[in-house]
Nanobody, 126 residues
């Protein structure tokens, strides 16, 4: 099984930035689709961003223009750079991965992913 590990969460103020990193030691990210999801208390898990094998990214509308996503295949990691954070971004953030391709139309659906991290908390205060 692939073990994913997130890092980089924290508590910040509105407008600040955070960088989340997800690592999968020993498991090449070059052959996997990877994604970030988030879940706020009382809400369903929401797809935030996904990146396919060639490195093309898909974002949920609410973060477009504020979040960027990249993979570093040489280090089996992916990074979510979150800028201009808002209180509504507050949630537990999870990274997820699945071998092979995921159709872009389904890339932000949690059911498409096989492996999950434990999550890292992001809190944005007004």
């Amino acid at each position: 099984a692939v073990q994913l590990k997130e890092s980089g969460g924290g508590s910040v103020q509105t407008g600040w930035s955070l960088t989340l990193t997800c690592g999968a030691p020993g498991h090449p990210s070059s052959s996997r689709c990877m994604a970030w999801f988030r879940q706020a208390p009382g809400k369903e898990r929401e797809g935030v961003a996904a990146i396919d094998i060639p490195g093309r990214a898909t974002f949920v509308d609410s973060v477009k223009g504020r979040f960027t996503f990249s993979k570093r295949n040489t280090k089996n990691t992916m990074t979510l750079q979150m800028d201009s954070l808002k209180p509504e971004d507050t949630a537990m953030y999870y990274c997820a991965a699945v071998p092979g391709y995921v159709d872009e139309s389904r890339a932000l659906l949690p059911t498409e992913y096989r492996y999950w991290g434990q999550g890292t908390q992001v809190t944005v205060s007004a």
